[in-house]
């Protein structure tokens, strides 16, 4: 089973400042990973496949960036509605794991 | 457009069982690989299962045994058949589809497993 662990486990970002997360695989996935947004009692949101393509209807603030063991989602210019828990997902080998998550609260 | 609303949770004790169901709009579920993936309170995202869209089936370890997925083509629908439920089920689950990522996803149903 391949591990993803993401990093920092939160981060406090001060509204229009930029956030890096960082999300590393135990072993190469080549660009097969999703990042997911998730608000409270919702459902996952799709932002990001192969690594670096946004999916439908993203903002061009969140973008995505990375191959192999290394990933990195990075959201320009915080607005109030990106504070969220940020999830990353293989989906090179069965089973599909996710990160433990990486929450961006407002400074 | 595309939908997919999950429901049968609920409580139940350990060592019973719960049928978890996920109706889909919009597309047709044996078209697609369709997954369950849960979510334990104040925790991170856990796949539980997969169905291909040629049939074949795959399980997390932690559910290997004890959970079956499966999809009524007429109705549109995936299934999820939960025994030898253990308070460590405990979760919110939620259908998505996708074989690679999951850009559709229902809402979730609850369920605790508890005496």
């Known amino acids: 089973e391949i591990v993803m662990t993401q990093s920092p486990a939160t981060l406090s970002v001060s509204p229009g400042e930029r956030a890096t997360l960082s999300c590393r695989a135990s072993?190469?996935?080549?660009?097969?990973l999703a990042w997911y947004q998730q608000k409270s009692g919702q459902a996952p949101r799709l932002l990001i496949y192969?690594?670096?393509t946004r999916a439908t209807g993203i903002p061009a603030r969140f973008s995505g960036s990375g191959s192999g063991t290394e990933f990195t989602l990075t959201i320009s210019s915080l607005q109030s509605e990106d504070f969220a828990v940020y999830y990353c997902q293989q989906y090179n080998n069965w089973p599909r794991t996710f990160g433990q998550g990486t929450k961006v609260e407002i400074k | 457009d595309v939908q997919l609303v999950e429901s049968g949770g609920g409580l139940v004790q350990p060592g019973g069982s719960l049928r978890l169901s996920c109706v889909a709009s919009?597309?047709?579920?044996?078209?697609?690989?369709m997954n369950w993936v849960r979510q334990a309170p104040g925790k991170g995202l856990e796949w539980v299962s997969v169905i291909y869209s040629g049939g074949s089936l795959d399980y997390a370890d932690s559910v290997k045994g004890r959970f079956t997925i499966s999809r009524d083509n007429s109705k549109n629908t995936l299934y999820l058949q939960m025994n030898g439920l253990r308070p460590e089920d405990t979760a919110v689950y939620f259908c998505a589809r996708g074989k690679r990522e999951s850009e559709y996803w229902g809402q979730g149903t609850l369920v605790t497993v508890s005496s």
């Open positions: 192969g690594a670096s």
């Open positions: 072993q190469s996935i080549s660009s097969n």
């Open positions: 919009g597309f047709t579920v044996s078209s697609y690989y």
